[in-house]
């Protein structure tokens, strides 16, 4: 069917809306052989708190943006490149239901759907998307991913030394390795991650510790929290006081 879609009049159409919605200070979406298998909106874990994206899945990147007016205009977008996405799925807790994590090195996050069924179609889509290209390719699944960021409201105390209490003097800071929310005295040290920045970004003490003797595994989330299922839960944006 994509195959079948690649250059039909029908797909570029529908492309060129998409394109159209972000405006100008979106990238170009329509190259050769790329196909947009669907969209919908879902909502995105943030660093403050959850909010409604749109997103839309081509057969070989994944792109999201914020929602300015429904079926309209987006902005702020995003574009992750499939064959570096692995997706797990995040068991339902409270009101946060039918989601899952896609990761990448560079950014991971989770997202949730209406429903089961919408849940079910979205991670099935990206994982056919996902073998497809690496069959294509005879590149092996990505093995690192960056830590998903635990969200503000999942600690009101510092997950590393478990004695700051956060407050409006006292900031919450996130470990670019760890994602733990963790006070400044935990977080003073940077250490380069290739796959997230270009220069040095902030870790927490126990994970500059581990980086710098070498026997940090692809995980530095050892201290969690029991019950918590945010313990190896990152957002978009690199800035610690970022809203999103």
């Known amino acids: 069917m994509v195959d079948r879609l690649a250059n039909s009049e029908a797909n570029s159409k529908r492309i060129a809306v998409v394109e159209s919605c972000f405006g100008a200070a ?17 909502t995105k874990l943030c660093r403050k708190k959850p909010k409604a994206r749109q997103f839309f899945l081509f057969n070989d990147i ?13 902005n702020k977008q995003h574009i992750i490149p499939l064959e570096s996405v692995t997706i797990d799925t995040v068991p339902d807790e409270g009101d946060l239901r039918n ?22 179609e979205w991670m099935n889509h990206i994982g056919k998307c996902v073998g497809d290209l690496l069959q294509k390719s005879g590149k092996s699944p990505t093995g690192e991913h960056a830590a998903v960021w635990v969200p503000d409201s999942e600690a ?8 700051v209490k956060f407050t409006p003097v006292s900031r919450r800071h996130h470990c ?29 003490e126990y994970c500059y510790l581990q980086l710098t003797s070498g026997s940090l595994g692809p ?19 690199d800035e610690d006081d970022s809203s999103d």
């Not at 979106?26 to 879902?42: D, F, T, W």
């Not at 994944?62 to 987006?74: E, P, R, S």
């Not at 670019?176 to 220069?199: A, D, I, M």
């Open 99 to 120: 989601g899952w994590l896609i990761k990448t090195p560079t950014k991971s996050f989770a997202v949730y759907a209406a429903t089961a069924t919408e849940k079910s």
């Open 176 to 204: 670019r390795k760890c994602g733990f929310v963790v006070c400044g005295p935990c977080s003073e040290k940077k250490y380069l991650l290739p796959s997230q920045s270009s220069k040095p970004v902030r870790v927490c």
């Open 26 to 42: 979106g990238q170009p979406l329509a190259i050769p052989g790329r196909v947009l298998i669907g969209e919908g909106v879902l």
């Open 156 to 163: 009101s105390v510092c997950m590393r030394c478990q004695k």
């Open 62 to 74: 994944l792109v999201y943006g914020n929602i300015v007016i429904q079926k309209k205009k987006y």
């Open 219 to 237: 995980r530095s989330d050892s201290i969690s929290r029991p019950g918590s299922k945010f313990n190896n839960l990152s957002d978009d944006e």
